[in-house]
């Protein structure tokens, strides 16, 4: 079975600064990993995807995340938060063999304050 | 190229009572799969629909069931509703689903509040 964990329920950090919203993983086999972001009132938006190769991945609205498999991470980064950065974050996983669903972590609360 | 598509945005039902949920797919997908949101427990898997067929199944009692058309639109029904039920309901597409390193595409979901 996979799983996602996201230790931090919230993650606060000011405008301009670099932030970081932790994921790590589990799975009996090679993943796939995808990160995804919820607006207010609104569906998860796709965000990036690792699937093989370069363990840097960069996404949209210029996020990256970084894959290290030792670990069983998969970070999100962004080098300057912006306030419209303000969202609930999703990491999510899946095997990258077989028919198995797309799994989710619980999210991530940022709040970026100007 | 029209969203996924979700209705009705909002429901109030009372214990005990049936709702029905319907989301269509964004024209040409033909994977549809179902979530249920919660504040406490994120995002939890609910099931897969491709192809009419239910393709996998989350670990949810069976008062929660679906179903897909001809068409990609799919339905999900729970009945006796208990006021755990309480949640965000998502659907998401994909083209085929089979592919598993495709991205799903989200609707806005339909609140369901039970009383």
């Known amino acids: 079975a996979q799983s996602v964990a996201q230790p931090e329920d919230q993650v606060n950090v000011a405008e301009g600064n670099p932030l970081t919203v932790k994921c790590t993983y589990s799975?009996?086999?090679?993943?796939?990993l995808f990160w995804y972001v919820q607006y207010p009132n609104r569906g998860l938006q796709f965000l990036l995807k690792?699937?093989?190769?370069?363990?840097l991945v960069k996404g949209s609205y210029g996020f990256e995340a970084e894959f290290n498999k030792s670990q069983t991470s998969f970070h999100l980064k962004k080098p300057s938060a912006l306030v419209s950065d303000s969202a609930l974050y999703f990491c999510?996983?899946?095997?990258?063999?077989?028919?198995?669903?797309?799994?989710f972590g619980k999210g991530t609360r940022l709040s970026v304050i100007a | 190229k029209a969203g996924v598509t979700q209705t009705p945005r909002y429901l109030i039902k009372t214990r005990g009572q049936q709702v029905t949920l319907s989301c269509s797919p964004i024209?040409?997908?033909?994977?549809v799969s179902w979530y249920q949101q919660t504040p406490g427990q994120g995002l939890q898997f609910l099931f897969e629909?491709?192809?009419?067929?239910?393709?996998n199944k989350g670990n949810f009692p069976g008062r929660f069931s679906g179903r897909q058309f001809s068409n990609s639109r799919s339905e999900m029904n729970v009945s006796t509703l208990e006021l755990g039920d309480s949640a965000l309901y998502l659907c998401?597409?994909?083209?085929?689903?089979?592919?598993?390193?495709?991205?799903?595409?989200f609707g806005s979901g339909t609140q369901l509040s039970v009383l």
């Open positions: 998401a597409s994909s083209l085929t689903g089979v592919i598993t390193n495709e991205k799903l595409f």
């Open positions: 799975v009996s086999g090679n993943p796939y």
């Open positions: 690792y699937i093989t190769g370069d363990n």
């Open positions: 999510a996983v899946r095997l990258n063999s077989g028919n198995t669903p797309l799994v």
């Open positions: 024209s040409g997908h033909r994977s």
């Open positions: 629909y491709f192809s009419e067929t239910q393709r």
